[in-house]
């Protein structure tokens, strides 16, 4: 390791120390040549593939533009901040682990709307109508036709709308609607 005060490449390990996390391991170091002592931090580099866009760009995936994305997405909507990390989090956790080097935009987007449909069904329509660039009112009105019907074959109430099965869940006990 080179030394930052003399840049010599010869320093040996005094302390060795897991990171809270566990994700860094830090190093206190001391330079043989001026015994300096520095510090050094140790994680695995994680590749997270290149993202391919429509004209042929490529760009490395950008979590902050996901983030931003989904905030939009679900502005004036019941979904947590932490929840909308979450699905970053499991996005870039997929693209890490599907090994390869290069990611078309349309799966990443794809993604999102996969992770959004079950969370918020308003937000997932928005991000739906931005990614999808409908047309027209009538290509919104066959992607809103879809998560019905998809809503109505026996998707679980809470995993669109929690507040809302909670409800039902005190009606169905005699309980009544709370205040």
Same mark, same amino acid.
């Given at each position: 390791?080179?030394?930052?005060?003399?840049?010599?490449?010869?320093?040996?390990?005094?302390?060795?120390?897991?990171?809270?996390?566990?994700? #860094?391991? /830090?190093?206190? $170091? !001391?330079?043989?040549?001026? &015994?300096?002592?520095?510090?050094?931090?140790?994680?695995?580099?994680?590749?997270?593939?290149?993202?391919?866009?429509?004209?042929?760009?490529?760009?490395?995936?950008?979590?902050?533009?996901?983030?931003?994305?989904?905030?939009?997405?679900?502005?004036?909507?019941?979904?947590?901040?932490?929840?909308?990390?979450?699905?970053?989090?499991?996005?870039?956790?997929?693209?890490?682990?599907?090994?390869?080097?290069?990611?078309?935009?349309?799966?990443?987007?794809?993604? #999102?709307? /996969?992770?959004? $449909? !079950?969370?918020?069904?308003? &937000?997932?329509?928005?991000?739906?109508?931005?990614?999808?660039?409908?047309?027209?009112?009538?290509?919104?009105?066959?992607?809103?036709?879809?998560?019905?019907?998809?809503?109505?074959?026996?998707?679980?109430?809470?995993?669109?709308?929690?507040?809302?099965?909670?409800?039902?869940?005190?009606?169905?006990?005699?309980?009544?609607?709370?205040?």
């Amino acid at each position: 390791m080179k030394c930052p005060f003399c840049g010599q490449l010869e320093s040996k390990v005094t302390d060795s120390r897991a990171g809270t996390a566990g994700d #860094v391991i /830090r190093r206190r $170091r !001391e330079c043989e040549t001026c &015994a300096r002592r520095f510090t050094t931090y140790e994680r695995v580099e994680e590749v997270v593939p290149l993202v391919v866009k429509k004209d042929g760009r490529r760009e490395a995936f950008e979590r902050q533009k996901a983030l931003s994305g989904l905030r939009r997405a679900c502005d004036k909507r019941a979904v947590p901040l932490a929840r909308i990390e979450q699905i970053v989090d499991a996005i870039e956790r997929e693209l890490i682990d599907s090994g390869e080097k290069e990611v078309p935009s349309e799966k990443v987007g794809e993604r #999102v709307m /996969r992770h959004l $449909r !079950e969370v918020d069904p308003v &937000a997932y329509v928005r991000f739906a109508s931005v990614y999808r660039q409908f047309k027209d009112i009538d290509e919104l009105r066959s992607e809103i036709d879809q998560l019905s019907s998809r809503r109505s074959e026996g998707a679980p109430l809470s995993a669109q709308d929690p507040s809302a099965a909670a409800a039902s869940e005190g009606v169905k006990n005699g309980e009544g609607a709370q205040p």
